[in-house]
Protein backbone atom coordinates (compact mmCIF):
# COMPACT_ATOMS: atom_id res chain seq x y z
CA UNK A 1 0.00 0.00 0.00
CA UNK A 2 1.45 3.07 -0.94
CA UNK A 3 1.94 5.89 1.72
CA UNK A 4 4.18 8.67 3.32
CA UNK A 5 6.98 8.71 5.93
CA UNK A 6 6.05 9.29 9.44
CA UNK A 7 8.22 12.45 9.12
CA UNK A 8 6.11 13.46 6.14
CA UNK A 9 2.77 13.64 8.35
CA UNK A 10 4.19 15.42 10.85
CA UNK A 11 5.51 18.03 8.68
CA UNK A 12 1.79 18.19 7.24
CA UNK A 13 0.19 18.44 10.78
CA UNK A 14 2.97 21.42 11.62
CA UNK A 15 2.42 22.78 8.37
CA UNK A 16 -1.30 22.83 8.39
CA UNK A 17 -2.21 23.21 11.91
CA UNK A 18 -4.11 26.61 11.15
CA UNK A 19 -6.25 25.86 8.04
CA UNK A 20 -9.60 27.94 6.30
CA UNK A 21 -12.40 26.42 4.97
CA UNK A 22 -12.70 26.45 1.12
CA UNK A 23 -15.57 28.95 0.56
CA UNK A 24 -18.85 28.77 -1.55
CA UNK A 25 -18.28 31.80 -3.28
CA UNK A 26 -15.83 33.70 -5.42
CA UNK A 27 -15.06 36.87 -7.08
CA UNK A 28 -13.95 37.74 -10.39
CA UNK A 29 -12.41 41.58 -11.43
CA UNK A 30 -13.84 43.13 -14.06
CA UNK A 31 -11.81 46.37 -13.99
CA UNK A 32 -8.98 48.74 -12.38
CA UNK A 33 -8.10 51.91 -11.72
CA UNK A 34 -4.59 53.47 -10.52
CA UNK A 35 -4.17 57.32 -11.74
CA UNK A 36 -4.56 59.21 -8.67
CA UNK A 37 -3.25 57.19 -6.14
CA UNK A 38 -4.29 55.50 -2.90
CA UNK A 39 -8.06 54.93 -2.34
CA UNK A 40 -9.43 54.56 0.91
CA UNK A 41 -13.14 54.11 0.46
CA UNK A 42 -15.28 53.96 -1.99
CA UNK A 43 -19.61 54.23 -2.71
CA UNK A 44 -21.86 54.41 -5.43
CA UNK A 45 -24.33 57.09 -6.87
CA UNK A 46 -27.75 55.72 -7.83
CA UNK A 47 -27.07 56.73 -11.37
CA UNK A 48 -23.84 54.76 -11.03
CA UNK A 49 -21.56 57.33 -10.26
CA UNK A 50 -18.36 55.69 -7.73
CA UNK A 51 -17.10 58.17 -5.40
CA UNK A 52 -13.70 57.74 -4.07
CA UNK A 53 -12.35 58.96 -1.18
CA UNK A 54 -8.43 59.60 -1.56
CA UNK A 55 -7.31 60.61 1.51
CA UNK A 56 -5.56 63.29 1.42
CA UNK A 57 -5.97 63.64 -2.07
CA UNK A 58 -9.75 64.53 -1.35
CA UNK A 59 -12.90 63.15 -3.16
CA UNK A 60 -13.30 61.78 -6.46
CA UNK A 61 -16.17 60.89 -9.07
CA UNK A 62 -15.68 58.40 -11.90
CA UNK A 63 -18.67 56.80 -14.46
CA UNK A 64 -18.50 53.05 -14.82
CA UNK A 65 -18.92 51.29 -18.23
CA UNK A 66 -18.79 48.07 -17.04
CA UNK A 67 -14.81 47.82 -18.12
CA UNK A 68 -13.47 51.63 -17.92
CA UNK A 69 -13.40 53.91 -14.28
CA UNK A 70 -13.23 57.35 -15.78
CA UNK A 71 -12.95 60.41 -13.29
CA UNK A 72 -15.45 63.33 -13.66
CA UNK A 73 -15.05 65.31 -10.72
CA UNK A 74 -12.38 65.97 -7.42
CA UNK A 75 -12.56 68.35 -4.57
CA UNK A 76 -10.33 68.90 -1.48
CA UNK A 77 -11.41 70.18 1.84
CA UNK A 78 -8.79 69.68 4.08
CA UNK A 79 -8.67 67.13 6.50
CA UNK A 80 -8.30 63.28 5.24
CA UNK A 81 -10.80 61.61 2.95
CA UNK A 82 -11.70 58.58 4.88
CA UNK A 83 -15.19 57.25 3.87
CA UNK A 84 -18.08 58.55 1.26
CA UNK A 85 -21.86 57.48 1.25
CA UNK A 86 -24.11 58.78 -1.42
CA UNK A 87 -27.86 59.63 0.09
CA UNK A 88 -30.90 58.90 -1.65
CA UNK A 89 -31.54 62.25 -2.50
CA UNK A 90 -27.80 62.42 -3.90
CA UNK A 91 -25.93 64.14 -1.08
CA UNK A 92 -22.64 62.76 -0.94
CA UNK A 93 -20.99 62.35 3.02
CA UNK A 94 -17.73 62.31 3.45
CA UNK A 95 -15.93 61.24 6.58
CA UNK A 96 -12.71 63.71 6.50
CA UNK A 97 -10.63 62.57 9.13
CA UNK A 98 -9.72 65.26 11.80
CA UNK A 99 -12.23 67.71 9.97
CA UNK A 100 -15.17 65.70 10.91
CA UNK A 101 -18.25 65.49 8.37
CA UNK A 102 -19.11 66.86 5.30
CA UNK A 103 -21.93 66.87 3.25
CA UNK A 104 -21.93 67.47 -0.63
CA UNK A 105 -23.97 67.91 -3.76
CA UNK A 106 -22.94 66.63 -7.28
CA UNK A 107 -23.90 67.72 -10.68
CA UNK A 108 -22.43 65.41 -12.81
CA UNK A 109 -19.25 67.46 -12.84
CA UNK A 110 -18.61 69.23 -10.02
CA UNK A 111 -18.96 69.56 -5.79
CA UNK A 112 -20.29 71.88 -3.87
CA UNK A 113 -20.01 71.77 0.43
CA UNK A 114 -23.34 72.52 1.88
CA UNK A 115 -22.38 71.24 5.80
CA UNK A 116 -19.84 70.57 8.50
CA UNK A 117 -19.66 68.74 11.78
CA UNK A 118 -16.75 67.89 13.94
CA UNK A 119 -17.38 65.90 17.32
CA UNK A 120 -14.10 65.23 18.10
CA UNK A 121 -12.75 61.66 17.54
CA UNK A 122 -11.82 60.89 13.70
CA UNK A 123 -14.14 61.05 11.06
CA UNK A 124 -13.39 57.49 9.24
CA UNK A 125 -16.78 56.28 7.74
CA UNK A 126 -20.19 57.25 7.00
CA UNK A 127 -23.55 56.17 5.81
CA UNK A 128 -27.00 57.06 5.34
CA UNK A 129 -30.49 55.70 5.67
CA UNK A 130 -33.42 55.81 3.61
CA UNK A 131 -34.80 58.45 6.65
CA UNK A 132 -31.94 60.44 6.37
CA UNK A 133 -30.23 59.63 9.12
CA UNK A 134 -26.16 59.58 8.95
CA UNK A 135 -24.18 57.15 10.87
CA UNK A 136 -20.41 58.36 11.33
CA UNK A 137 -17.68 55.88 12.28
CA UNK A 138 -15.99 58.03 14.51
CA UNK A 139 -12.21 56.28 14.74
CA UNK A 140 -11.64 55.84 18.42
CA UNK A 141 -14.71 57.96 19.29
CA UNK A 142 -16.38 55.13 18.40
CA UNK A 143 -20.14 55.08 16.29
CA UNK A 144 -22.24 58.18 15.77
CA UNK A 145 -25.46 59.19 14.06
CA UNK A 146 -27.40 62.53 12.80
CA UNK A 147 -29.89 63.82 11.43
CA UNK A 148 -29.63 66.10 8.25
CA UNK A 149 -31.48 68.97 6.90
CA UNK A 150 -29.88 69.96 3.87
CA UNK A 151 -28.05 72.22 6.04
CA UNK A 152 -27.18 71.39 9.00
CA UNK A 153 -26.10 68.24 11.28
CA UNK A 154 -27.37 67.06 15.01
CA UNK A 155 -26.20 64.20 16.91
CA UNK A 156 -28.92 61.49 17.86
CA UNK A 157 -26.56 58.72 19.47
CA UNK A 158 -23.59 57.45 20.14
CA UNK A 159 -22.02 53.93 21.59
CA UNK A 160 -18.04 53.04 21.49
CA UNK A 161 -17.50 49.46 22.03
CA UNK A 162 -13.62 49.47 21.46
CA UNK A 163 -10.82 49.78 19.53
CA UNK A 164 -11.51 52.21 16.28
CA UNK A 165 -14.30 52.35 14.16
CA UNK A 166 -13.24 52.69 10.52
CA UNK A 167 -16.59 51.81 8.44
CA UNK A 168 -20.15 51.58 8.88
CA UNK A 169 -22.70 50.14 5.97
CA UNK A 170 -26.57 50.03 6.54
CA UNK A 171 -29.04 46.62 5.51
CA UNK A 172 -32.15 46.89 4.00
CA UNK A 173 -33.73 45.78 7.41
CA UNK A 174 -31.92 49.20 9.43
CA UNK A 175 -29.14 46.80 10.60
CA UNK A 176 -25.67 48.78 11.14
CA UNK A 177 -22.54 47.08 10.27
CA UNK A 178 -19.26 48.19 11.95
CA UNK A 179 -16.07 47.35 10.46
CA UNK A 180 -13.96 47.70 13.77
CA UNK A 181 -10.33 47.59 12.68
CA UNK A 182 -8.87 44.73 14.86
CA UNK A 183 -11.90 44.27 16.98
CA UNK A 184 -13.30 42.72 13.59
CA UNK A 185 -17.12 43.31 12.11
CA UNK A 186 -20.02 43.87 14.29
CA UNK A 187 -23.63 44.22 14.05
CA UNK A 188 -26.15 46.90 15.54
CA UNK A 189 -29.54 47.95 15.48
CA UNK A 190 -30.76 51.70 16.41
CA UNK A 191 -34.10 53.05 17.73
CA UNK A 192 -33.33 56.81 17.10
CA UNK A 193 -31.74 57.10 19.74
CA UNK A 194 -29.20 54.24 20.97
CA UNK A 195 -27.39 51.20 19.33
CA UNK A 196 -27.94 48.00 20.49
CA UNK A 197 -24.60 45.14 19.45
CA UNK A 198 -26.46 42.17 18.17
CA UNK A 199 -23.48 40.25 16.19
CA UNK A 200 -19.18 40.29 16.14
CA UNK A 201 -17.02 38.35 14.37
CA UNK A 202 -13.39 38.72 13.76
CA UNK A 203 -11.64 36.80 11.28
CA UNK A 204 -8.55 38.33 11.14
CA UNK A 205 -6.94 40.83 9.45
CA UNK A 206 -7.45 44.44 10.04
CA UNK A 207 -11.58 45.51 9.06
CA UNK A 208 -11.62 48.96 6.90
CA UNK A 209 -13.96 48.49 4.98
CA UNK A 210 -17.99 47.44 4.96
CA UNK A 211 -20.81 47.32 2.77
CA UNK A 212 -24.36 45.39 1.83
CA UNK A 213 -25.36 43.79 -0.94
CA UNK A 214 -28.62 43.73 -2.31
CA UNK A 215 -29.30 40.36 -0.94
CA UNK A 216 -28.07 40.79 2.28
CA UNK A 217 -24.05 39.78 1.53
CA UNK A 218 -22.38 41.41 4.13
CA UNK A 219 -18.46 42.73 2.68
CA UNK A 220 -15.35 43.55 4.48
CA UNK A 221 -12.35 45.18 3.12
CA UNK A 222 -9.84 43.41 5.40
CA UNK A 223 -6.96 45.34 5.01
CA UNK A 224 -4.13 42.66 4.20
CA UNK A 225 -6.81 39.91 4.66
CA UNK A 226 -7.71 41.03 1.28
CA UNK A 227 -12.44 40.93 0.41
CA UNK A 228 -14.35 38.97 2.80
CA UNK A 229 -18.32 38.16 2.22
CA UNK A 230 -20.96 37.22 4.80
CA UNK A 231 -24.55 36.10 5.74
CA UNK A 232 -26.12 37.51 8.37
CA UNK A 233 -28.97 35.80 10.19
CA UNK A 234 -30.03 38.84 12.76
CA UNK A 235 -27.57 37.51 15.96
CA UNK A 236 -24.16 35.65 14.27
CA UNK A 237 -22.38 36.19 11.12
CA UNK A 238 -20.97 32.82 8.63
CA UNK A 239 -17.72 33.81 6.67
CA UNK A 240 -19.18 32.69 2.87
CA UNK A 241 -16.02 34.13 0.58
CA UNK A 242 -12.67 35.56 0.37
CA UNK A 243 -10.50 36.80 -1.91
CA UNK A 244 -6.82 38.52 -1.83
CA UNK A 245 -5.03 40.44 -4.59
CA UNK A 246 -2.33 41.66 -2.74
CA UNK A 247 -2.00 44.98 -0.93
CA UNK A 248 -3.97 46.70 1.54
CA UNK A 249 -8.31 46.32 1.09
CA UNK A 250 -9.50 49.62 2.34
CA UNK A 251 -12.74 50.26 1.42
CA UNK A 252 -15.75 48.35 -0.38
CA UNK A 253 -19.06 49.20 -2.26
CA UNK A 254 -21.69 47.30 -3.75
CA UNK A 255 -24.11 47.95 -6.68
CA UNK A 256 -27.60 47.18 -7.31
CA UNK A 257 -26.21 44.31 -9.74
CA UNK A 258 -23.76 43.11 -7.40
CA UNK A 259 -20.92 44.21 -8.79
CA UNK A 260 -18.49 44.87 -5.74
CA UNK A 261 -15.85 47.75 -5.94
CA UNK A 262 -13.14 47.51 -3.77
CA UNK A 263 -10.59 50.34 -2.54
CA UNK A 264 -7.24 48.75 -2.60
CA UNK A 265 -5.11 51.57 -1.73
CA UNK A 266 -1.21 51.29 -3.08
CA UNK A 267 -2.65 48.53 -5.67
CA UNK A 268 -5.53 51.11 -6.58
CA UNK A 269 -9.43 50.71 -7.87
CA UNK A 270 -10.74 47.35 -8.24
CA UNK A 271 -14.25 45.32 -9.39
CA UNK A 272 -15.58 42.45 -8.66
CA UNK A 273 -18.46 40.26 -9.71
CA UNK A 274 -19.69 37.69 -7.22
CA UNK A 275 -20.85 34.19 -7.45
CA UNK A 276 -21.25 31.18 -6.08
CA UNK A 277 -19.16 27.68 -7.14
CA UNK A 278 -21.68 24.68 -8.64
CA UNK A 279 -21.38 21.38 -5.93
CA UNK A 280 -19.49 19.71 -8.78
CA UNK A 281 -17.82 22.01 -11.50
CA UNK A 282 -15.55 22.10 -14.60
CA UNK A 283 -14.52 25.15 -15.83
CA UNK A 284 -11.41 25.39 -18.20
CA UNK A 285 -12.57 28.77 -19.52
CA UNK A 286 -11.65 30.66 -16.14
CA UNK A 287 -7.25 29.90 -15.66
CA UNK A 288 -5.58 30.65 -12.37
CA UNK A 289 -2.55 32.12 -12.77
CA UNK A 290 -0.48 29.22 -10.62
CA UNK A 291 -1.23 25.87 -9.77
CA UNK A 292 -3.36 25.75 -6.57
CA UNK A 293 -5.12 23.36 -4.14
CA UNK A 294 -8.34 25.34 -2.18
CA UNK A 295 -9.02 24.13 1.58
CA UNK A 296 -11.90 21.96 1.13
CA UNK A 297 -15.54 22.89 2.17
CA UNK A 298 -16.95 21.90 4.15
CA UNK A 299 -14.63 21.89 6.70
CA UNK A 300 -15.05 20.03 9.56
CA UNK A 301 -17.16 17.54 6.96
CA UNK A 302 -19.85 14.53 7.06
CA UNK A 303 -19.72 12.46 4.90
CA UNK A 304 -19.55 15.21 1.83
CA UNK A 305 -17.05 17.69 0.95
CA UNK A 306 -15.66 19.81 -1.97
CA UNK A 307 -11.93 19.92 -3.07
CA UNK A 308 -11.32 22.74 -5.88
CA UNK A 309 -7.89 22.89 -7.63
CA UNK A 310 -6.74 24.98 -10.68
CA UNK A 311 -4.09 23.99 -13.55
CA UNK A 312 -2.04 26.86 -15.14
CA UNK A 313 -1.79 24.57 -18.28
CA UNK A 314 -2.71 21.43 -19.43
CA UNK A 315 -1.25 18.39 -17.36
CA UNK A 316 -1.49 15.21 -15.54
CA UNK A 317 -2.84 15.35 -12.31
CA UNK A 318 -2.95 13.60 -9.63
CA UNK A 319 -5.25 14.01 -6.55
CA UNK A 320 -5.17 11.81 -3.65
CA UNK A 321 -6.87 11.44 0.16
CA UNK A 322 -4.18 10.29 2.26
CA UNK A 323 -4.67 9.26 6.43
CA UNK A 324 -2.51 10.34 9.25
CA UNK A 325 -0.46 6.95 9.14
CA UNK A 326 0.19 8.17 4.88
CA UNK A 327 -2.15 5.30 3.90
CA UNK A 328 -3.46 6.14 0.83
CA UNK A 329 -7.57 6.10 1.40
CA UNK A 330 -9.22 7.23 -1.96
CA UNK A 331 -7.76 8.39 -5.65
CA UNK A 332 -10.39 11.28 -6.60
CA UNK A 333 -8.19 12.23 -9.95
CA UNK A 334 -5.28 10.74 -12.02
CA UNK A 335 -5.19 11.56 -15.39
CA UNK A 336 -4.83 14.51 -17.70
CA UNK A 337 -6.85 17.61 -17.48
CA UNK A 338 -6.51 20.40 -19.62
CA UNK A 339 -5.72 24.12 -18.06
CA UNK A 340 -8.79 25.79 -15.50
CA UNK A 341 -10.66 25.56 -12.52
CA UNK A 342 -12.08 21.85 -10.84
CA UNK A 343 -14.24 21.13 -8.19
CA UNK A 344 -14.31 17.64 -6.96
CA UNK A 345 -16.73 15.88 -3.83
CA UNK A 346 -15.56 13.36 -2.00
CA UNK A 347 -17.94 11.18 -0.36
CA UNK A 348 -16.15 10.01 2.90
CA UNK A 349 -15.60 6.94 1.46
CA UNK A 350 -12.80 4.65 1.21
CA UNK A 351 -11.69 3.01 -2.51
CA UNK A 352 -13.48 0.12 -1.71
CA UNK A 353 -16.74 1.70 -0.62
CA UNK A 354 -16.36 2.02 3.25
CA UNK A 355 -17.13 5.28 5.30
CA UNK A 356 -13.71 6.56 7.03
CA UNK A 357 -13.69 6.80 10.93
CA UNK A 358 -13.61 10.63 12.84
CA UNK A 359 -10.10 12.00 12.44
CA UNK A 360 -7.74 13.85 10.00
CA UNK A 361 -7.11 12.99 6.53
CA UNK A 362 -4.91 15.06 3.61
CA UNK A 363 -5.76 15.43 0.30
CA UNK A 364 -2.44 15.51 -2.06
CA UNK A 365 -2.14 17.51 -5.55
CA UNK A 366 0.67 16.92 -7.73
CA UNK A 367 1.11 18.02 -10.81
CA UNK A 368 4.48 17.47 -12.70
CA UNK A 369 7.32 18.99 -10.15
CA UNK A 370 4.15 20.72 -7.68
CA UNK A 371 2.70 19.71 -5.37
CA UNK A 372 0.44 20.84 -2.14
CA UNK A 373 -1.27 18.82 0.53
CA UNK A 374 -3.93 20.42 2.74
CA UNK A 375 -5.62 19.11 6.00
CA UNK A 376 -8.92 17.66 6.40
CA UNK A 377 -10.98 17.08 9.79
CA UNK A 378 -13.96 14.11 9.04
CA UNK A 379 -17.06 14.30 12.17
CA UNK A 380 -19.25 11.80 13.01
Known amino acids: MKHFSFNFILVLIGLFDITYAQLPHTFIQTAHNTEYGSPISVALGSDGTVFVAYGDGGLRAYSYDGSFLTNTAHIIDGGYA?????????????????????????????FTNTDHIYDGGYASGV???SD???????????????TYDGSSFTNTAHTDDGDV??????????????ANHLDGLRAYTYDGSSFTNTAHTDDGGS?????????????????DDGLRAYGYDGSSFTNTAHTDDGDYAWGVAVGADGTVFLANYWDGLRAYTYSGYLEISEDPSLVPNKYALKQNYPNPFNPNTTLRYGLTNDSNVSLVIYDVRGQVVQTLKSGHQSAGWYDVVWNGETADGKTISTGIYFARLVVGDYSQVIKMLYLK
Open 165 to 178: AFSVALGSDGTLFL
Open 207 to 223: AWGVAVGPDGTVFIANS
Open 82 to 110: AGVVVGSDGTVFLANGDDGLRAYSYDGSS
Open 127 to 129: EVG
Open 132 to 146: GIVFLANGADGLRAY
